[in-house]
C-alpha cells in the first residue's frame, strides 16, 4: 500500500505519485549537481532529492506536474527527506487529484447531500428551474463540488465550494425563519447561487490556481453572467425576480473595494452579504 507523506518514517521504502510544487537543480560539496524537488500529496510535502543521473531526471519530469517516484527516506538536517532511485512519468488521467491534495473534514458524498437536500426546499418553480438549470449540467456542478472557495484564506480544500455554500445557504435558512416577512425562496436560491463564478475562476493544476477568466473577471461577475445566461434559457422567467438575485449576486462581496459593484440594496441581498462574510470569517479565524 502507497504510504502517505505524513506517514512516512525514516528508513521507509517509498513508492507513490506526487505533485511536483518545487523542482530546483542545486551543488554538492565537490561541485557536482544534484535535483531537489518538493513533493506533495494530501497530507503535507517532503523534499525529494536525486542524487545521479540529474539530466536524465529533468527529461524524465519535464513539464510534468505529477510524478510517480520510488525511493528511500532518510533524515537531513533533523527533516525527512526520500532520496529517489527513479522517476516515470504517468498519464494524467491516472491521477486522481483527490488523493494529492487537502480535502474538506466533511465527507464528498455527505457534503453533496446536504446541498441537494437545501436546493429542494426551494419552492418557487422559477426559482427550482434556474436551480436546475444550473446544478443539473454537470460541466458546472462537478467541478462546483470539487473546487475550493478559495487558493488561500478560507475553505482552501477540495470541495470548499461546496462546504461554504452549504454554510452560507444554512445561515440563510436560520435567518429567514428569524426574519419571516423576507423571501425565503429568493434566499436559498441566492445562498446556493452566489459563489458559482468560482468554477470559472480556478483550476486545479499544480496547486489550486486562477483561470485567465478568474484573473480578468473574478468570479462576481462570472458568477452573474452564468446566472443570467441560465435565466435566458428559461421562457417567460419573471423580470423583478431576475433583477433581484443578479443584484444579489453582484453585491454579495458587500462593498466596492471588496470586489462588488454595488453595495447590498435590500434585505435578502444584505443578508447574503452578511451570511457570506460570516462562514468566510469564522474560517479564516479558525485557521490562523
Ligand atoms: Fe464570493
Ligand atoms: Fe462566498
Known sequence: MEKLIQDLKIGDRVEGIFIIHQ???NFKKDGSKFLRLELGDRTGQIT??????IDLALEIIGDEYFIK????????NGRRQIVIS????????????QDLFPKSPTDWEELKRRFQELRAMVDNHWLKSLLAAIFDDP???EPFTILPAAISKHHNYLYGLLDHTIEVTQLLLQASSVFPNL???LLLTGGLVHDIGKVAEYRIERGFEFTELGNLFGHVVIGHNMVRDAITKIEGFPTQ????LLHMVLSHHGREEWGSPRKPAFPEAYLLHAMDNLSSKIHA???D
Not at 527513479?86 to 487529484?97: A, G, H, T
Request: cysteine-free; glycine content about 4%; aromatic content about 8%.
Open 23 to 25: 523542482k530546483k537543480v
Open 48 to 53: 525529494g532529492v536525486v542524487w545521479d543521473d
Open 69 to 76: 517516484a520510488s525511493g528511500m527516506v532518510d533524515e537531513y
Open 86 to 97: 527513479s522517476l516515470s512519468r504517468i498519464d494524467p488521467k491516472e491521477v486522481n487529484i
Open 139 to 141: 460541466e458546472i456542478y
Open 183 to 185: 423571501d425565503r425562496d
Open 241 to 244: 425576480i431576475t433583477t433581484k
Open 285 to 287: 479565524i479558525d485557521e
